[in-house]
């Protein structure tokens, strides 16, 4: 999970991610972060999510369990 926190930090451009907050909560979450968000999970993690569904995570801790179990 360290890994996948770390690429959202970096996309999202936070230096310490807090991952019980949701993508919607930081400032920083715009149209731009979400379409680099989905290319991440297509490229790194070989699923796909609607921006809504990622929007709707409680936190960006359970959007990360939840793409770690489609591995």
């Known amino acids: 999970m360290e890994e996948l926190v770390s ?15 949701k993508f919607t909560d930081y ?8 379409l680099s968000v989905l290319a991440l999970l297509d490229s790194d993690y070989n ?6 569904e990622i929007a709707a995570f409680e936190s960006i801790e359970a959007f990360c ?7």
């Open 7 to 21: 690429k959202l930090a970096e996309i999202l451009e936070i230096d310490d991610l807090d991952i019980t907050k």
């Open 27 to 34: 400032d920083e979450w715009d149209s731009l972060a979400g």
């Open 47 to 52: 699923t796909t999510m609607s921006g809504k």
């Open 65 to 71: 369990k939840e793409v770690l179990s489609r591995k």
